[in-house]
């Protein structure tokens, strides 16, 4: 090779190496620094897609988890108020058996038909305030109701709960289904009602029996009595079928309807569990797809760490010698 002034190819060829050797060293601290060996779209153009594309459906998977769990507590919160509305009935028809019962007076049934209006109150009282998340459940205006715990807009990544579940709960509510109903004896439970309301008929909807005048017929059905509003007074029941035997009758239908409800709840739930446990080995899957891709293996970087550096002062040392090449050219002078 001809010695030269004006061109120091060795120079060159020390620089190249010294700036590579940099380069490779500055990715090996960046890599060991953030833990991640993609950390620009240059360093894997596909890699540094998929992992964003992981990452947002990581982040996702979460919004669904919390999606599901609050789901199943609402769940929960409906689930054990119809517990406690079931309570309140089983209550109403053990006191309705008792005034089915011949041995009991009037000033005894009067008695009963007090605390099974007081039960009726707080049936509706219940009804009108159970809510989640300021959503009511059983005033019959929640409708269906999606919980969403997937990552899409389809029908897989819902759990839809049918309207049926947050229907009125109310007494009206209950008993609406029932109204044009026979019990034994062939009287409907409109006309039951009717003759406990001093022979003034109550349209039975979801809206019913929510006057104090409308319960105590309700109660006074249940107990065998007739109910005069305008004063407040109780006679004994004279009407043909139209007492506690037939009102127990109507009794278990609701107590039924709600015991269905429930199991239809709790189908739910385990469903919503099952989503859950999905959502958690999706996510765990998706997150050891995400490091096999994304992180660093510190052990590989610190090597090449320790070898950039080796090499960028063998370059840095060799560029120092390859500058003064071009001054030995002054001997021959």
């Known amino acids: 090779m001809a010695l030269t002034i004006n061109t120091n190819i060795s120079s060159m060829v020390a620089q190249q190496n010294l700036n590579k050797a940099t380069g490779s060293l500055n990715q ?41 769990a609050t789901g199943a507590d609402m769940l929960m919160t409906l689930e054990d108020t119809y517990a406690l509305v079931s309570t309140h009935m089983q209550r109403i028809r053990d006191l309705t058996e008792q005034a089915a019962n011949g041995t009991y007076g009037k000033d005894s049934k009067v008695a009963i038909e007090s605390e099974i209006k ?25 409708g269906t109701m999606n919980i969403q715990v997937g990552l899409y807009s389809d029908d897989n990544s819902k759990i839809a709960l049918d309207s049926s579940l947050f229907a009125n709960s109310s007494i009206g509510g209950l008993f609406a ?15 039951i009602i009717k003759a406990a309301n001093n022979n003034t008929a109550i ?12 319960k105590h017929a309700f109660a006074a059905a249940c107990a065998g009595l007739s109910y005069k509003s305008s004063d407040g007074t109780f006679t ?14 109507f009794i278990d239908k609701a107590m039924a309807a709600i015991s269905t409800k429930s199991t239809t709840l709790g ?34 970087e610190s090597s090449k760490y320790i070898q950039s550096q080796i090499l960028q002062q063998a370059a840095a040392t060799l560029l120092a010698t390859a500058n003064q090449s071009p001054s030995i050219a002054l001997n021959l002078i």
């Open 267 to 300: 189908a739910a739930q385990n469903r919503i569990d099952s989503a859950i446990e999905s959502i958690a080995v999706q996510s765990e899957n998706i997150t050891s797809s995400l490091s096999t891709l994304r992180d660093a293996d510190v052990a590989e």
């Open 118 to 142: 007081a039960r009726l109150d707080e049936i509706n009282r219940i009804a009108a305030n159970c809510e989640f998340n300021g959503k009511k459940l059983m005033d019959g205006t929640a």
């Open 177 to 191: 289904a029932y109204a044009s109903t026979a019990a034994s004896g062939g009287v409907t439970l409109t006309n």
């Open 236 to 249: 004994e029941q004279t009407t043909a079928n139209c007492g506690p035997e037939q009102m127990l009758d």
């Open 28 to 68: 090996a601290i960046e890599r060991m620094t953030t833990g991640y060996k993609i950390n620009h779209a240059g360093d894997n153009a596909a890699g540094y897609s998929i992992a964003r594309n992981w990452e947002t459906q990581l982040g996702s998977l979460d919004i669904a988890a919390d999606n599901a």
């Open 203 to 214: 349209t039975i909807n979801a809206s019913a029996f929510a006057t104090d005048a409308q």
